[in-house]
């Protein structure tokens, strides 16, 4: 009977000490928690200021491509060589093309669907341009640059649908 008394008398004293220990346990193990997420938020924070300048220079640079690629300021910037329809054709895609690769690697800075909508945009200029010198009435590069400019005249041209959601995605980030 002595033993079981010696035993629980050494069990209310470890009880206490036991009840210490976890308590201490837990509230060490979430000052670490938030003491972490703290710094990951710290650090998050200062990726985002050093990142905002490039994202923003990303969405100019993809203002201009988009700029360029329309097909109401390509026809006045890009002039014929010749009076070969197929050589113009293929100048104005190329010059998209250029443009294009050119801006490449801004997608690593701008949403997936924005990115998508550029490709897209470019794909939809050079489909009008081929569209378009298809025409029977267009069979030199003067008749297809008045055929183009006349037909965006009452078109909104893909570059301008992209431009509005380039401006859009900018605002969402402010």
Same mark, same amino acid.
């Given at each position: 009977?002595?033993? $079981?008394?010696?035993?629980?008398?050494?069990?209310? !004293?470890? =009880?206490?000490?036991?009840?210490? /220990?976890?308590?201490? !346990?837990?509230f +060490?193990? /979430?000052?670490?928690?938030? &003491? &972490? /997420? #703290? #710094?990951r !938020?710290?650090?998050?924070?200062?990726?985002?200021?050093?990142?905002?300048?490039i994202?923003?220079?990303?969405? &100019?640079? $993809?203002?201009l491509? $988009? &700029? #360029?690629?329309d097909?109401?300021?390509?026809?006045? #910037? @890009?002039?014929?060589?010749?009076?070969?329809?197929q *050589? %113009?054709?293929?100048?104005?895609?190329?010059?998209?093309?250029?443009? !294009?690769?050119? *801006? =490449?690697?801004?997608? $690593? %800075? @701008?949403?997936?669907?924005?990115?998508?909508?550029?490709?897209?945009?470019?794909?939809?200029?050079?489909?009008?341009?081929?569209?378009?010198?298809?025409?029977?009435?267009?069979?030199?590069?003067?008749?297809?640059?008045?055929?183009? =400019? *006349?037909? +965006?005249?009452?078109?909104?041209?893909?570059?301008?649908k992209? =431009?509005?959601?380039?401006?859009?995605?900018? /605002?969402?980030?402010?």
């Open positions: 009977m002595e033993d $079981l008394s010696l035993v629980i008398s050494y069990f209310a !004293y470890l =009880l206490p000490a036991i009840v210490v /220990g976890f308590v201490a !346990y837990f +060490f193990k /979430g000052h670490t928690s938030n &003491e &972490e /997420g #703290r #710094r !938020y710290l650090i998050q924070k200062e990726a985002q200021k050093n990142l905002l300048p994202r923003l220079q990303a969405y &100019e640079r $993809l203002t491509l $988009l &700029e #360029r690629i097909p109401n300021k390509l026809l006045i #910037r @890009v002039q014929p060589h010749s009076d070969d329809l *050589n %113009y054709e293929t100048l104005l895609i190329q010059n998209i093309d250029n443009e !294009y690769e050119h *801006n =490449l690697s801004q997608q $690593l %800075y @701008v949403s997936p669907e924005c990115w998508n909508l550029i490709t897209a945009t470019k794909n939809a200029t050079i489909q009008v341009i081929r569209q378009s010198t298809i025409n029977k009435n267009v069979n030199d590069p003067d008749k297809l640059r008045a055929f183009m =400019l *006349n037909y +965006f005249m009452d078109e909104v041209t893909p570059s301008h992209a =431009l509005m959601y380039v401006k859009k995605e900018v /605002g969402e980030m402010f």
